[in-house]
């Protein structure tokens, strides 16, 4: 979410000086006067939220023609008329998760793949950025139009042994805030998990990105992750078992010997109980990272995208792309001005719409930081 505060109008201050009369006797000089202090300058200050809106016919094409007689906005549910609506183009930061020490649905081929199938989808006149993050978080496109150029850096991208996924989301946070753009999206690529296991650092960097009116997308892998993972935190293996010899070796055989040789054998039970409990806290990684980038994406009025399968992940990609450019920008006046807000504000905002046949998709979570004084941090 984004406040705008409208520039301040100070109520005039009056300064008063009282002069005291002059001493009749000759040679008394007259003491210097001492004004009176100013009056307390008043500052009135209006602010602005804004939304990422999305609307779209009763077929699920995007609607061109919204306008601000179209919407109802519920703050914590009480209503607010919008103050504009607008179709700028989108800013979108694609952010690739391209490390991590266990992984075995994420590969930086497949990530590429899917982040280059994101950027081929947008709108022409939407600006791309590009984020890698592995043993660290960088930039490694800025924003530009140009579609083949963003395509080149992806493509450029590095693996890395770990996944500072903490470090790019508070990076990605502070790139899309220093555009000073509107309409602003990221796309985060990844499994959502940190090598570094800063459980408490990563949800104090996902409540301050939902405390901005960046939109969230996500394409996940958490779930091939841990349908993999999850016979291994039993000790069972579900790689295919091994042959008892190559067939090489087996083809040699008598008839009868070679049917045995060639026969799989039984399934692996692992017993090494360390790597069983690491298999299972992979595992526990995993889901809580999904329900994170899940409610991410529901707070920001994003899109959660769980495939499979690596060929549902790829097919899925343009979608995310159709949903960012299917965006208006909507703002309204609060009520409850943040300055009325102690501590931190939460605010449910959903927005619906008058008009037959348009539906709109925006609702989303959003936290407002305040000091003690009541003051927008």
Same mark, same amino acid.
């Given at each position: ?6 520039? =301040? ?33 008043? +500052? ?15 077929? %699920? ?38 490390? %991590? ?133 039993? %000790? ?51 889901? +809580? ?17 769980? =495939? ?34 102690? %501590? ?34």
């Amino acid at each position: 979410m984004h406040i705008s505060p409208i520039k =301040p109008i100070l109520a005039a201050a009056v300064l008063l000086a009282f002069i005291p009369a002059a001493f009749a006797q000759s040679g008394r000089v007259q003491p210097t006067p001492t004004p009176t202090p100013p009056d307390e300058i008043v +500052k009135v200050a209006t602010e602005e939220i804004k939304l990422n809106v999305l609307a779209f016919n009763v077929s %699920g094409a995007f609607v061109p023609d919204m306008t601000l007689d179209d919407l109802v906005i519920a703050e914590n549910n009480v209503l607010h008329p919008p103050s504009s609506v607008r179709r700028i183009p989108a800013n979108v930061l694609i952010v690739m998760d391209t490390g %991590g020490e266990m992984r075995v649905a994420k590969s930086l081929d497949r990530t590429r793949r899917v982040a280059i199938a994101v950027a081929e989808a947008l709108r022409d006149g939407d600006q791309v950025a590009v984020m890698q993050y592995s043993d660290r978080a960088e930039v490694i496109s800025e924003w530009t139009t140009n579609r083949a150029e963003t395509v080149a850096a992806i493509k450029r991208s590095n693996f890395g042994r770990r996944s500072v996924f903490v470090d790019a989301i508070t990076a990605a946070r502070q790139f899309m805030i220093a555009s000073g753009a509107d309409n602003r999206h990221i796309v985060l690529i990844t499994d959502g998990t940190d090598s570094l296991g800063r459980s408490s650092a990563k949800f104090d960097a996902l409540q301050a990105l939902t405390a901005t009116d960046i939109s969230v997308h996500v394409l996940s892998y958490t779930s091939m992750e841990i349908d993999d993972i999850e016979p291994r935190s039993r %000790g069972v293996s579900k790689s295919p078992p091994p042959k008892a010899l190559p067939d090489e070796v087996a083809a040699q055989l008598p008839n009868g010997a070679r049917d045995v040789a060639t026969a799989p054998k039984a399934v692996t039970i692992n017993t090494d109980r360390a790597f069983i409990r690491s298999m299972k806290a992979r595992k526990a990684d995993l889901e +809580k990272s999904q329900e994170q980038l899940e409610k991410l994406a529901e707070n920001t009025n994003g899109t959660f995208i769980l =495939p499979d399968s690596p060929d549902e992940m790829l097919l899925k990609a343009p979608l995310v792309a159709r949903m960012i450019d299917s965006s208006y920008v909507v703002t309204y006046i609060p009520k409850i001005p943040v300055v009325d807000t102690r %501590g931190i504000a939460e605010r449910n905002i959903e927005v619906t719409s008058k008009r037959p046949g348009l539906i709109v998709q925006a609702r989303r979570k959003v936290l407002i930081p305040t000091d003690a004084a009541g003051r927008r941090r």
